[in-house]
């Protein structure tokens, strides 16, 4: 029997009587409905009711069993972004018995990752809110492996970028509406429900505008892992930069254009001296733009969802951002903040068309394109007036929409000059360095003593050793912070010091208790953790 579980074919009665003895089993990681995955055996779902199921019985385990808090307001969120309520995951419940009288259940034998996609048609949503967190819940459950199969809740159809989501795993991913040809009631052997949300750095400004998410756990280094795993599944493969170098234009065709792209290409490839080439969803295979851009020393292109694309840049290499008039681009930072996560070692230059000659609006388009002919005459004369637009929510601010989809002509000059003030040299791929950014360990072997001379004036000799990490690295610079405190008081007097030992005179008094608390610190800003405080009596 256990010979047979352990197959992927599935022995169907005895799956069914497992399901009716053991009902279905939950155990979830996270404290709240917003950081909380779940594993399942057993979770069902009818197609027709288009709910999960929790089927009871003796041996049937919920974990959290949150009782109705489990509505407030829901047991996770679906998606990786925090808490929208129209990404919610719950189910019903219902004693295994009912089973009898309900539709034969159909087995999925494959571990499942039950998800929702957020914009399936958006390709910075693409990625941010679907691929990378995909990709890392499957790296925090081992049996979340090529061979297991992603279902994407949320009710969209493929979507034009559905051969990315394909990468992901071997086996063909389901939608919502594709459940319903596979039978009325369906039961995921196994599977994980919700997404992990660690690699997001943007939030979207559903209750705050938009920016970078507040406390940012990803860097450089797992971006990198993640492309990797998609050039190897594209079967793009990573060229030695043996090829001449060259810049890529990421243009769109549709909208928010560059009425100006050939004299900026012209431009671009006079003043760094390489070849620069267009590319555009619409025109180009991803693959072809992966290999492009994996490739290339510069990335420049309008603010929108292709930038996300610099993802693949490599190492050293610049993103330049263009800003259409009125859009203020310390406001709208996605791709800014990508491209300075920690590690990501890429140039960041953003550009705004800051003259209102050189903007094309579109007032009678459509409002989702960015139309204001649906507004009142003051409103709209108002929006065309205005110089920037003020800080606002997601998403269907008009005079957002209106100044996103503007055309723009760039001031070439102005352009340059900006992206000369970053990259200095020639741009390009910078050699991998010895791996930055490590931070030392604790201090070790603290010491201290002291000397009293006469009834005013004492000295405190402190001395330790290095962090047992340093003598296996290459550090540019090794300070340490030391902070002396009376005991009792609140305050302290921080020094920072190059050598490991330290005679302090200053403000020290005779026949007292000080605390001595300190720590290393590499290249100015890596602060490693204090040791254990010491304690020194004059
Ligand atoms: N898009 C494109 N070319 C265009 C207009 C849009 O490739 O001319 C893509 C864009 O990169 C994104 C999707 O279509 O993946 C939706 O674009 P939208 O303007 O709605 O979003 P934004 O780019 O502002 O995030």
């Known amino acids: 029997q256990s010979q047979e579980l352990s197959q992927v074919q599935i022995d169907y009665h005895a799956a069914l009587q497992a399901l009716v003895e053991d009902g279905t089993r939950m155990v979830c990681t996270g404290r709240m409905h917003t950081d909380r995955i779940c594993r399942f055996e057993s979770l069902c779902y009818s197609t027709e009711a288009e709910e999960f199921v929790f089927f009871h019985s003796n041996a049937s385990v919920m974990l959290p069993n949150l009782g109705s808090r489990r509505f407030q307001p829901a047991l996770l969120d679906l998606s990786s972004v925090e808490d929208h309520n129209t990404q919610y995951f719950n189910f019903v419940e219902l004693p295994a018995a009912a089973l009898k009288f309900m539709p034969k259940p159909v087995f999925v034998p494959d571990v499942a990752l039950i998800t929702n996609r957020f914009n399936p048609d958006n390709l ?24 297991s199969r992603l279902f994407f809740m949320e009710g969209w159809s493929e979507g034009q970028h559905f051969d990315l989501y394909k990468l992901l795993s071997n086996k063909q991913p389901l939608l919502r509406e594709q459940l319903k040809t596979l039978g009325r009631l369906l039961c995921f052997t196994k599977s994980y429900v919700g997404l992990s949300k660690i690699t997001t750095w943007y939030q979207y400004g559903f209750v705050q505008p938009q920016g970078p998410k507040a406390n940012i756990l990803v860097s450089g280094n797992e971006i990198r892992q993640f492309t990797e795993f998609m050039m190897e599944r594209l079967n793009v493969s990573l060229e030695e930069s043996s090829g001449e170098e060259y810049i890529v234009v990421f243009s769109r065709t549709i909208n928010r254009l560059i009425l100006n792209e050939a004299e900026l290409i012209l431009a671009l490839a006079q003043e760094f001296q390489m070849k620069t080439i267009t590319v555009s969803i619409e025109d180009h295979s991803f693959s072809h733009i992966v290999r492009l851009i994996s490739n290339a020393s510069m990335l420049v292109s309008m603010h929108g969802a292709q930038l996300v694309m610099s993802l693949f840049l490599p190492r050293g290499t610049t993103v330049v951002e263009l800003f259409p008039y009125a859009i203020n681009p310390e406001h709208y930072t996605p791709y800014k903040t990508l491209a300075t996560l ?16 050189n903007t094309v609006t579109y007032p009678d388009r459509p409002w989702d394109q960015g139309g204001i002919a649906h ?22 601010n008009p005079e957002w929409l209106f100044r996103v989809y503007q055309d723009t002509k760039i001031d070439i000059p102005s352009l340059i000059q900006v992206i000369r003030q970053t990259v200095k040299s020639k741009p390009g791929p910078k050699k991998q360095k010895w791996p930055s950014g490590l931070y ?16 005013s004036e004492a000295k405190l000799s402190v001395s330790w050793q290095i962090p047992w990490n340093l003598k296996y690295l290459k550090v ?6 030391v902070w002396i405190q009376e005991q009792g008081e609140n305050t302290y007097m921080p020094y920072i010091l190059s050598h490991q030992n330290h005679t302090f005179s200053e403000n020290i008094k005779p026949f007292t208790i000080y605390l001595v608390w300190i720590r290393c610190i590499f290249n100015k800003n890596l602060l490693g953790p204090f ?8």
Request: charged fraction near 30%; glycine fraction near 4%; include cysteine.
């Open 124 to 147: 910075m949503h693409v990625f941010h809110d679907d691929l990378l967190p995909i990709f890392y819940t499957m790296q925090q459950f081992p049996d979340l492996d090529l061979e």
């Open 476 to 481: 540019r610079e090794v300070k340490y912070e």
């Open 531 to 538: 040791a254990d405080v010491l304690l020194c009596s004059t």
């Open 440 to 455: 030392p360990g604790k201090v070790r072997d603290a010491k201290c003593q002291a000397s009293v001379q006469g009834t």
């Open 375 to 396: 507004l009142d005459k003051a409103e709209q004369e108002r929006i065309i007036k205005s110089k920037e637009v003020p800080r606002h929510l997601c998403c269907r």
């Open 342 to 357: 920690p590690g990501m070692d890429l140039q960041y230059v953003s550009w705004q068309n800051t003259d209102r000659e």
